[in-house]
């Protein structure tokens, strides 16, 4: 029986994960982890017993360890709670489905302690890629990708040459507002924003869908994953999402990977892999489907893809000023504080102050964070 824990349990990865898990049998939950949300916690200790819960409001870490009082379940609070599951003895592999850069720590935690890790927190290759993989690599540590897109980037790749391909081609849906102009974006609402036509995901990812910002980060990880150039990433808009990715090798052939729009597909991917095994669900009819179409990403009008490709061409620390400038713009546009045009300015504004640091330490890149959120603040 594989042991695991998930890092952000409570949201829209680590709610599907445990859905994997329930329908299997065959995993056993070590440690769930959570920001706040302790009610849906507290029902997830119960079903599925894990010996410790971490939770980063410390509050609520207090709250939630009286509710469960009755349990076996420990309870630990703040990122001495998370660091602490990301390194239980027995644990094998680790989920990470946290958002945002608060996921680093544990992930290094985790991989220095020799654990495998489901990698859903994109932040963490985007802003400490050069950290990481070299790390991962010394502990010989996988990581395995639960991006349906670097999912299937790494099942294209499976018994192929991983240093053989010519070109990676990253598919993206085109988000709720593909084919506006900016003057149909400057009208957009946060209810429009969040209305994504393919994907049922967190409001976080599905924002940062409809800026082509998550494109931006998804290039960065891939690079890192994959060990490509940047020149070696195109990112083709497939308005379906039918096709999660696509390879092409070097004699011209090219191999995707289609499927139904479906998280839980990466997600026991990167739990059973290399094995596969049934997955209840919706299956591809290619006579419903009738057609599959492809476009180019309007990096003019959608202006989170091409920053985000300044940021890496930049690299250093430009990435991780990219990064948290987008996660603060998104936090205040998710509060109605400021526009959907107003994100691209917080982002570009950010980037332009920034003298980047090269081979940041994981240091360095926590006070370039602060330093833009502080900024970002005073504004």
């Given at each position: 029986?594989?042991?695991?824990?998930?890092?952000?349990?409570?949201?829209?990865?680590?709610?599907?994960?445990?859905?994997?898990?329930?329908?299997?049998?065959d995993?056993?939950?070590?440690?769930?982890a959570?920001?706040?949300?302790?009610?849906?916690?507290?029902?997830?200790?119960?079903?599925?017993?894990?010996?410790?819960?971490?939770?980063?409001?410390?509050?609520?870490?207090?709250?939630?360890?009286?509710?469960?009082?009755?349990?076996?379940?420990?309870?630990?609070?703040?990122?001495?709670?998370?660091?602490?599951?990301?390194?239980?003895?027995?644990?094998?592999?680790?989920?990470?489905?946290?958002?945002g850069?608060?996921?680093?720590?544990?992930?290094?935690?985790?991989?220095?302690?020799?654990k495998?890790?489901?990698?859903?927190?994109?932040?963490?290759?985007?802003?400490?890629?050069?950290?990481?993989m070299?790390?991962?690599?010394e502990?010989?540590?996988?990581?395995?990708?639960?991006?349906?897109?670097?999912?299937?980037?790494f099942?294209?790749?499976h018994?192929?040459?991983?240093?053989?391909?010519?070109?990676?081609?990253?598919?993206?849906?085109?988000?709720?507002?593909?084919?506006?102009?900016?003057?149909?974006?400057?009208?957009?609402?946060?209810?429009?924003?969040?209305?994504?036509?393919?994907?049922?995901?967190?409001?976080?990812?599905?924002?940062?869908?409809?800026?082509l910002?998550?494109?931006?980060?998804?290039?960065?990880?891939?690079c890192?994953?994959?060990?490509?150039d940047?020149?070696?990433?195109?990112?083709?808009?497939?308005?379906?999402?039918?096709?999660?990715?696509?390879?092409?090798?070097?004699?011209?052939?090219?191999?995707?990977?289609?499927?139904?729009?479906?998280?839980?597909?990466?997600?026991?991917?990167?739990?059973?892999?290399?094995?596969?095994?049934?997955?209840?669900?919706?299956?591809?009819?290619?006579?419903?489907?009738?057609?599959?179409?492809?476009?180019?990403?309007?990096?003019?009008?959608?202006?989170?893809?091409?920053?985000?490709?300044?940021?890496?061409?930049?690299?250093?620390?430009?990435?991780?000023?990219?990064?948290?400038?987008?996660?603060?713009?998104?936090?205040?546009?998710?509060?109605?504080?400021?526009?959907?045009?107003?994100?691209?300015?917080?982002?570009?504004?950010?980037?332009?102050?920034h003298?980047?640091?090269?081979?940041?330490?994981?240091?360095?890149?926590l006070?370039?964070?602060?330093?833009?959120?502080?900024?970002?603040?005073s504004?």
């Amino acid at each position: 029986m594989k042991k695991i824990g998930i890092l952000g349990s409570t949201g829209s990865i680590g709610t599907q994960t445990l859905e994997v898990v329930r329908n299997n049998g065959d995993i056993q939950v070590l440690g769930l982890a959570a920001g706040s949300n302790i009610q849906l916690l507290e029902k997830q200790i119960r079903e599925f017993k894990p010996e410790l819960a971490a939770v980063m409001d410390e509050e609520k870490a207090k709250e939630l360890a009286v509710r469960v009082r009755d349990t076996n379940t420990r309870v630990s609070q703040g990122m001495d709670g998370m660091l602490e599951l990301a390194a239980l003895e027995e644990m094998e592999l680790l989920v990470t489905a946290v958002v945002g850069m608060i996921g680093i720590r544990p992930t290094v935690e985790a991989i220095q302690a020799g654990k495998n890790i489901a990698l859903a927190n994109k932040e963490t290759l985007v802003t400490a890629g050069h950290l990481i993989m070299p790390l991962a690599r010394e502990r010989k540590v996988s990581i395995l990708p639960v991006d349906s897109e670097h999912s299937a980037i790494f099942q294209c790749l499976h018994g192929e040459n991983s240093q053989g391909f010519r070109k990676i081609l990253l598919t993206a849906s085109g988000g709720p507002f593909r084919g506006y102009d900016r003057e149909r974006l400057a009208k957009v609402t946060l209810e429009d924003t969040l209305k994504h036509p393919n994907w049922v995901m967190g409001n976080k990812i599905t924002v940062d869908s409809a800026t082509l910002v998550n494109k931006g980060l998804e290039v960065m990880e891939a690079c890192w994953l994959f060990h490509a150039d940047l020149d070696q990433v195109q990112v083709v808009v497939q308005p379906q999402s039918v096709i999660h990715s696509m390879v092409e090798l070097e004699d011209g052939a090219v191999l995707a990977q289609l499927g139904t729009p479906d998280m839980k597909l990466p997600i026991q991917y990167a739990l059973y892999h290399p094995n596969r095994r049934f997955l209840p669900g919706d299956r591809l009819d290619f006579f419903a489907l009738k057609e599959l179409t492809f476009e180019e990403p309007d990096i003019d009008t959608f202006q989170g893809l091409a920053m985000a490709m300044e940021a890496a061409r930049v690299g250093g620390s430009m990435p991780t000023v990219f990064n948290a400038a987008n996660e603060q713009a998104v936090r205040k546009f998710l509060r109605r504080e400021i526009r959907f045009l107003d994100i691209y300015d917080w982002i570009r504004s950010s980037m332009d102050r920034h003298q980047a640091v090269r081979d940041p330490s994981l240091e360095t890149i926590l006070e370039v964070e602060e330093d833009t959120n502080q900024w970002l603040e005073s504004r």
